[in-house]
């Protein structure tokens, strides 16, 4: 082996991050799958993929006609009939761009940018869509569906100037900031390109330590662990939206992104939907399922604690993962000890789980586990309440391992609410007619605009690892603390002489 | 096609100019009431218009249009002052001192300043020449500052250089000896609040043939000043960047604009002790170019939090007196001036708020394509025309002189006779938080 060949092979070793033993899909005949021999930078693709129903303009664009052509008659004769300078108009984004100019304004070019009304008062007024306002609900606000919208359409970073419109912070995942480093290591790979950080986070079994015995050989338990290359897995979908051309579409997008999708085991049979990608969920009555599953995957998600079904599980799949699904508040200490180390904590789509919100929940979950001793050896992921890209990095600072998404899953794949969409059982959600390649681009172009993001967070902080993110609540900053902190001392409103 | 001798272009840049100023003098008016698509939590439509009136006539407005703070719900919004009672305010007659020094070190050369504020770097890209222009006149109008922004030096304000900051940043953008020798202040700028630890970022569709020559780059290629300075991972060698400048230009004096983390504190005494004479913390919350929304929301605490964090730390080590503590980032009217003076700043350092002054909507498109349509943030030839840079200056000064006016109203019914005097005095505020936040609860204004 030359020097160069060693170089070459410790450069692969150290950006290689799955073992084929490890890779998502070991059925799947996907010949661009990594593998151990060649170098694998992983990165999404992204494709453009515009919505296939319309989605509502962000304004409405209101001319007075009469008076646009008294205007446009007026400054013809002011400029002795220059047509250019008559009719040249003050949008430089084409909404007057027809022919026939402000008569047929193109709403859909408007950005709200207001240089018409400023100069015309008179003649043109800008509206918010209220028809766009009407999207989401009380918790998915509008704002955030354009958001998951701009990112499923084009795979990119939302990219704004004129600073921060919002509010000072508020409730939930707005009263956290995280952290920033002044002078950090070049941890950059979003648009700076050069270093890599890793998105890569291990869900799995992580015994506190190894025994080896006289030889050197490893006995006792062993890490057993699926590598998926983002911190967010897809989550079963809505009662209400489990149709046969939903899940097709979480699964293959999912393997795509060498992530891992939850899907009840009666549509995991009766789709036909294989690979190591796939978590079958298994309910105690849907036990018997698994007589009609040929195939062993990576994992499998037990809903709701169930000593027997569990141990079921453990001995018939003594290779496979039991990830147990119980709400964020269930005493994890209490099931750890008889044997579970991998949780999905769940709360509904607004964030709760009884009346506290996810972020308390989970910072609860994280610290009773470092209490007892064995938060290193269990994984946590979270799911409800986890809307935007921001979400998870919060998220995992408070001491998850990995998210598992949902709304924004439908949301980018322009689901409709109807009502209030709480939770899983009672959501209303309407699909337009889906199409696969579609919807596979939308929810990859999704995952890219929020890894991007997750990197541009750690980047700031200097962090090249996500795993090493987990329960850094150094990393974050409470809104509550702060103010507490600097204005504790200061007094309430009327106080004063 | 030529009218009175004009040339069609010339027209039509005449005729747009003329119906932009007589929209910003109508729309605050109310004649059509608030522009129904118009502001934000932060700059609320109220905020906007009450901006260009001052623009227009140097005084805060007289028609109920809110002039003094938002409705982001927390932070300036939530901040009140303890007047005193009418019998013991200073009266009417007497001078109340809005000056500060930008230098308290014992050394090195003094800088006064008549108003505790000068001009945020916004470099040419960002922004256009004329903008550039309009700030460096009012700058020297004023004697106060702009600065250049990392995007080099244009001829144009050569002439006004010594109310010119040069910034020095990552991607050392127009820093050349004689930007650095022309220079009363160097600004080193280490991060920023709007993308804090993601450097800065000019899209490939502003980079203009001008705006590459000025960058020596190439046109239409997105440019980026990395982050963080690769040469700087210790206050050591922060200190040789200074030295490095001091050596060039010993009579300038060194600002560092850092943005706000957990340990910003820290930040500031390093900075210190590296020989800095004043410290820019800039906020999450401001940021005038195109950044990631998971940035500007995100990360970094908001500047109301950090400069009592900075001033507080600096008491404690002894160095307050010595250094100059400016604070950016969300600083949008009067009150938010003295309410940062108050919670522990010198002074602050204004952007967004000048860009509202000269038409700015706020409609965050600055980014996009051909850049903004009011010429403000744009390279586009024939969009920057859109602004005269007297027509912009004068504006600027107005709007100063508008604040300068209520500072010293807040002053007086503080019953301070000099704004150094409010420096830290947090005693003389309230706050509630967001939903009453720990004060309980109640309408902000």
Sequence with gaps: MTMSDQILFSIDEAFEELSPA??????????????????????????TTPDIVPYPSRFRVKVKKHGLIGLLLKELFEYKGNFQVALSRPCVYGVFSRAVGGLAPREELCVGCLRCTVQYPNIVQIHPNPELQRLGDTFVKPEYIDTIMYEARDGRVPVRGAGYRGLFGGEGWDGLWTDMSEIVRPTRDGIHGREFISSAVDIGEKPAFLRFDERGEVVGPVPTVITTQVPFLFDIP????????????????????????????????????????????????????????????????????????????????????TCVRVPMDTNLVELAQQGVRVFHLTANYHGYSGDQFVIDLILQAHQSLMDAGVREEVTLIGSGGIILAEHVPKAIICGLDAVALDVALAVALQARFSGECIDREMASLSFPRLNTDWGVQRLKNLAAAWRNQLLEVMGAMGMREVRRLRGEIGRCMFQKDLEWEIFAELGEEGSGT | MRHNGKTAETLIIAKHQEALHRGFLTWPGLAYDRPPAMGDARWTADLILATWIQAETGRPPDNGLEYQVGCSGGGFDALTFKFLPGEQWIPEQEAIDTSISLNRRPYDRKIEIPVPWYGAGMSFGSISEQIMQARAIAARQWGTFTCTGEGGYPESLVPYREHVITQVATGMFG??????????????????????????????????????????????????????????????????????????????????????PTDVDMVAVGSYYAGAHIIQVDGGYGGTGAAPEIAKKNIAMPIELAIPKVHRFLVQEGIRGEVVLMASGGIRTADDIAKIIALGADGCVLGTTELVALGCTRCSNCERGRGCPFGLTTTDPHLSQLVDPNWGAERIGRLYASFQMQLRDILCRLGLRSVQELRGRMDLLNYRGEQGGHHGAGAIH
């Design chain 1, 238 to 321: 809505a009662y209400t939206t489990q149709t046969k051309l939903l899940l097709p579409i979480l699964s293959e997008a999912a393997r795509q992104i060498e992530t891992l999708v939850i899907v009840p085991i009666q549509s995991v049979i009766e789709l036909s939907l294989t690979g190591q990608h796939v978590v079958p969920l298994v309910a105690p009555e849907s036990l018997s399922w698994l007589d009609r599953l040929s195939w062993s995957p990576s994992m499998f998600m037990l809903d709701g604690w169930d000593r027997e079904c569990f141990d079921t599980l453990r001995r018939r799949y003594p290779d496979t993962i």
């Design chain 2, 175 to 260: 820093v050349r000896e004689e930007t650095i020798l022309w220079a009363p202040i160097i600004e080193f700028k280490y991060a920023q609040g709007a993308k804090p630890g993601l450097g800065g970022h000019l899209l490939g569709d502003k980079t203009t043939a001008s705006v590459a020559k000025m960058r020596e780059s190439v046109p239409w290629v997105s440019l980026f000043s990395p982050f963080p300075f690769h040469s700087v991972y210790s206050v050591e060698d922060h200190k040789k960047h200074i030295d490095w400048v001091k050596t060039i230009n010993p009579n300038a004096l060194v600002s560092v604009k850092v943005s706000t």
């Design chain 1, 22 to 47: 490890q890779l998502p899909d070991r059925h799947a005949s996907d010949t661009s799958s990594p593998s151990s021999s060649t170098f694998h930078r992983y990165q999404i693709e992204t494709q």
